[in-house]
């Protein structure tokens, strides 16, 4: 059979089908009970996306199915094996991983966050991460206690 006949993959696709890895944090992976939950149902997810993109016919088509959960599966696997389960925390005295914690800014408005790892942290959805500067600041003050991030002044109002 000539070459002229062969279904040869274009540059473009190739690129398709290779995607950088996902960037894992150099910082301990903290993860509350519900944040290995979630990574477990992520790898989970991952691994039937790839499973599906498998069975597609077309090999270029299959690559480029198979690249983002393939992708996400190495990263979900890697952040499984390095999930570093944390307690709740002991008391309610002092902001650590896990706690729930009101405080007002400056200008007058009042946020409370959870303070929860790097991959469940979502600020719409009420949770910070743990390195974060906010959360950073807060960690191991008590009710009462004013911290500095940036250019604001945090007052601690309720830990929980």
Known sequence: MSVAFMKEESAET???TVLPDR???AHPNFV???GLKALELQFSSARDALEA???IEDINERRRQSAGPARDLRYFSERL???QPMLAPPSNNV???GSRVSYSRDDGREQTYRIVGEDEADPRAGTIS???PVARALTGKAIGDVVSVGNQELEILTIS
């Open 81 to 83: 094996r390095t999930a």
């Open 130 to 132: 743990y390195v974060s």
């Open 95 to 97: 902001v650590a991983f």
């Open 23 to 25: 960037p894992i944090s």
């Open 32 to 34: 509350t009970e519900t």
């Open 53 to 55: 993109a498998s069975a």
């Open 14 to 16: 190739a690129a398709e």
